[in-house]
C-alpha cells in the first residue's frame, strides 16, 4: 500500500478523514435534505428553529438543505477543471520536455505569457466575451492551471528524456506517442501527483471566487460560494447563512491542500506554494 | 599599467553596463508581454456575435437605432481597426466612452469611470502591501529560528490553513466575528465618490485585514523555507563558532541571504494582492477598480472591461520587473554574473 503512504503521517490521516467527510456532504446530501433546495418554506432571514437547523436564506429558502445541495457544483466543476488542465498541461509539458527543440520555446513562451497575467481577469474577459455559463468558467480554470501543470511535467520529462532507457527506445525506433506513454509518462507520474493537491486547491478557488462574484453559476442554483454572495445583506438577521457555507468551503480547501501536502511529502518533494 | 589594474579595469566594466541592459531588455519583455495580453483582452472580449451596443439597447432595439448607436460607438468599423484604435488610446491615456454612458444617453469617458475607483484600491492595496511586508518577514524569520518548536507548529499550521481558502471566505469569516459577533466594524465599505478612503479609517480596517490574510500566509511559509535553508549553511555555522551574537548571525549572516526568494515570494503576493483586490471590494461593495470590473462584466460593457483589464495587467507586470531588479540589486552574485 506505497500509494496510501500518505495517509500514515497525522496531517495525512486527518486531512483525508476531513476530506471524506466533505465529500461525502457534498455528494451524498441531495438525497438527506429535507426540503427542495430552491422553494421558499418560510419566513426569509430567521434564526435556527426545530425544524429549520440553520434558519432560512434572503428568499425563506431552508438554509440547512440549500447547504446540502450546494458543494456538488463547486467539487465538480473544480474537479473536472483540474482534470481538463492536468490532460492540457501534461500534454504539453510531456511533449516540449520530449522534443526540446522549436515547440519547447515556442510552448513555454507562451505559459510565461499565459503566467503573467492575473487569473481572475482572465476568467472575467472570457466571461464578458462568451457570456457566464459553466462551461466557460470549467475551461476557463483549466486554461489558467494548465501552463503550471506543463512546467512542472516539462521540468520532470526533460530530466528523464535524456536516460538510457529513453534514448534506447528512440534508438528502437518508436513513435514520439509511445515513448511518451510507456517510456515518460511512468517517470512523470511522481512530479505529477506531488503538485495534484495544489491545483485542485486553486481550481476549488477560482470556481467559488468567480461563482461569488455572480459570474458562473445563476440563482436559483444552490452554491456554496453563492450562497454567501446572495445573503451577504441579510447577515445580521441569520448569520449562519454565510457560516454554514464559508465554514464548508474553508474546511474543503484545507482538507484538500494537507492532502496534498502529505502526499508530496511522501513522496520526497517540498509542496510549493500556490500561486 | 599593471597586471592588477587592467584585471580590475576588467571586472570592473562589465558592471554598470550589464545592469542597465538588464533593466532595458527586461521592460522591453514586459511590453512585448502586455501587447499579447493586449491581443488577447481584445480578442477574448470581442469574439461574441452580440455587441455592447446590442447590450445597452436591450431585444427590442430597431435594426435603425443600432446601427446608429454603433456608429456612435465606432463598432461599425473592422476588428483590426479598432484594436489599434484602442491601442493608440491606452498609449495616449485616451481610453474612450463606457457603455454604461451610452445606455444613460451621453458620452462619458472611461477614464473619468475608472480614476476615483483606482485611486480608492490603490490606496487598499498599499496599506495591505507595507503591513504585509514587515509581517511576513518578522513571522518566517521567527518561525524559522524557532523550527520544531510550538511557535514554529503555530505559525506554519495556521498560514498552511489560510493560505488554501478563498479571499471572500477569509473575509466572509472576518466580517462574522467583527460585524456580526464583536459589533466592531461595518460589513461594508461605503467610500462616497470623490472623498478620500482614507477619511473613515474605521471601514478600511476588514478589507485590509482580509487582504493581509490572504496574501500573508503564502510569504510566510516562503521566508521561513528560505531562513531554515540558510541557517543551515556553512558560513552561518562558521559566523557562530567565531562567536558572534545570534541575533547578528540571524540578521546578517542568514536573513541577507534569505531575502532574494523572499523578495520574489513577496512580489508574487504583491501581485495576488492586485488579483485578490477584486473579490475583496466585491465583498465589502468596496468603489474600487475591482468592483468597477466587475460590474461592468456583469453589463458587458466591453470596453471598460478591456481598458480595466489592460491597466491591472500592466500594475501586475510592473511589481515583476520591480521585484526582478530588487533581486539583481540584493544579490550580488546575480549581479556580476549578467
Redesign the interface.
Known amino acids: 500500500m506505497s500509494r496510501l503512504r500518505f495517509a500514515r503521517t497525522p496531517s495525512g490521516a486527518v486531512g483525508l478523514a476531513l476530506l471524506i467527510a466533505v465529500i461525502a456532504l457534498a455528494l451524498l446530501g441531495p438525497f438527506v435534505a429535507p426540503n427542495p433546495p430552491d422553494e421558499p418554506i418560510g419566513v426569509p432571514l430567521t434564526g435556527p428553529s426545530a425544524g429549520l437547523p440553520l434558519g432560512t436564506d434572503f428568499l425563506g429558502r431552508d438554509v440547512l438543505s440549500r447547504v446540502l445541495f450546494g458543494g456538488r457544483s463547486v467539487l465538480v466543476l473544480a474537479g473536472a477543471a483540474t482534470v481538463l488542465a492536468y490532460l492540457l498541461g501534461a500534454a504539453v509539458g510531456l511533449f516540449a520536455g520530449h522534443n526540446r527543440r522549436f515547440t519547447d520555446a515556442f510552448l513555454m513562451r507562451g505559459a510565461?505569457?499565459a503566467l503573467?497575467?492575473?487569473?481572475?481577469?482572465f476568467l472575467?474577459?472570457?466571461?464578458?466575451?462568451?457570456?457566464t455559463s459553466v462551461s466557460v468558467l470549467v475551461v476557463g480554470v483549466a486554461l489558467v492551471q494548465a501552463p503550471l501543470v506543463a512546467r512542472i511535467v516539462r521540468t520532470a520529462t526533460a530530466e528523464q528524456a535524456v536516460r538510457g532507457f529513453v534514448e534506447a527506445a528512440v534508438a528502437r525506433g518508436e513513435r514520439t506517442t509511445a515513448i511518451v506513454r510507456r517510456e515518460l509518462l511512468p517517470n512523470v507520474a511522481p512530479a505529477i501527483m506531488a503538485d495534484v493537491g495544489l491545483r485542485f486547491?486553486y481550481s476549488?478557488?477560482l470556481v467559488?471566487?468567480v461563482n461569488?462574484?455572480?459570474?458562473g453559476l445563476q440563482p436559483p442554483s444552490s452554491d456554496w460560494?453563492l450562497m454567501?454572495?446572495e445573503n451577504?445583506s441579510g447577515?445580521?438577521l441569520n448569520?449562519l447563512v454565510?457560516?454554514a457555507p464559508?465554514?464548508l468551503?474553508?474546511l474543503l480547501?484545507?482538507a484538500?491542500?494537507?492532502v496534498g501536502?502529505a502526499i508530496a511529502r511522501s513522496l520526497g518533494r517540498?509542496s510549493v506554494?500556490?500561486? | 599599467m599593471s597586471a592588477g589594474a587592467a584585471a580590475a579595469e576588467t571586472t570592473r566594466r562589465p558592471r554598470s553596463f550589464p545592469l542597465l541592459r538588464f533593466v532595458i531588455l527586461r521592460i522591453l519583455a514586459g511590453l512585448v508581454t502586455l501587447l499579447v495580453v493586449s491581443v488577447f483582452v481584445f480578442v477574448g472580449t470581442e469574439v461574441l456575435p452580440g455587441d455592447a451596443a446590442g447590450a445597452v439597447l436591450g431585444k427590442n432595439a430597431t435594426p435603425e437605432q443600432l446601427a446608429e448607436l454603433r456608429g456612435q460607438m465606432g463598432l461599425d468599423r473592422p476588428a483590426a481597426a479598432r484594436y489599434l484604435d484602442w491601442l493608440g488610446g491606452l498609449v495616449t491615456g485616451d481610453l474612450g466612452n463606457s457603455a454604461s454612458g451610452y445606455a444613460e444617453g451621453s458620452a462619458r469617458p472611461i477614464w473619468n469611470e475608472i480614476e476615483g475607483p483606482l485611486v480608492n484600491s490603490l490606496t487598499l492595496a498599499l496599506l495591505a502591501a507595507v503591513l504585509m511586508v514587515p509581517l511576513s518577514l518578522v513571522l518566517g524569520v521567527l518561525a524559522a529560528i524557532r523550527a520544531g518548536r510550538s511557535a514554529d507548529h503555530a505559525i506554519s499550521f495556521t498560514s498552511l490553513s489560510v493560505v488554501s481558502l478563498p479571499e471572500f471566505v477569509i473575509g466572509s469569516l472576518l466580517i462574522l466575528v467583527f460585524f456580526s459577533w464583536l459589533g466592531w466594524f461595518l460589513p461594508i465599505s461605503l467610500v462616497p465618490p470623490g472623498e478620500s478612503p482614507l477619511a473613515n479609517p474605521s471601514q478600511l480596517v476588514l478589507p485590509v485585514l482580509t487582504l493581509l490574510g490572504a496574501s500573508l500566509a503564502g510569504s510566510i511559509r516562503m521566508v521561513r523555507a528560505g531562513m531554515v535553508q540558510a541557517l543551515d549553511a556553512e558560513y552561518v555555522h562558521m559566523a557562530r563558532l567565531n562567536g558572534y551574537r545570534e541575533r547578528l548571525v540571524v540578521v546578517r549572516y542568514a536573513l541577507r541571504n534569505a531575502l532574494a526568494p523572499a523578495v520574489q515570494v513577496i512580489a508574487q503576493n504583491l501581485q495576488y494582492l492586485v488579483g485578490g483586490i477584486i473579490v475583496i471590494e466585491y465583498l465589502f461593495s468596496y468603489p474600487g477598480i475591482g468592483k468597477e470590473l466587475v460590474d461592468s462584466v456583469a453589463i458587458r460593457d466591453v470596453r471598460e472591461v478591456q481598458s480595466i483589464a489592460i491597466l491591472i495587467a500592466a500594475l501586475y507586470i510592473a511589481i515583476n520587473i520591480v521585484a526582478d531588479l530588487i533581486v539583481v540589486l540584493l544579490v550580488p552574485k546575480l549581479r556580476t554574473s549578467l
Open positions: 510565461d505569457i503573467s497575467f492575473p487569473p481572475l481577469i472575467l474577459v472570457l466571461t464578458t466575451g462568451l457570456g486547491t476549488i478557488i467559488a471566487s461569488f462574484l455572480g459570474l460560494a454567501i454572495s451577504r447577515l445580521d448569520p454565510i457560516l464559508a465554514a468551503i474553508a480547501t484545507i484538500v491542500n494537507t501536502d517540498s506554494e500556490a500561486p
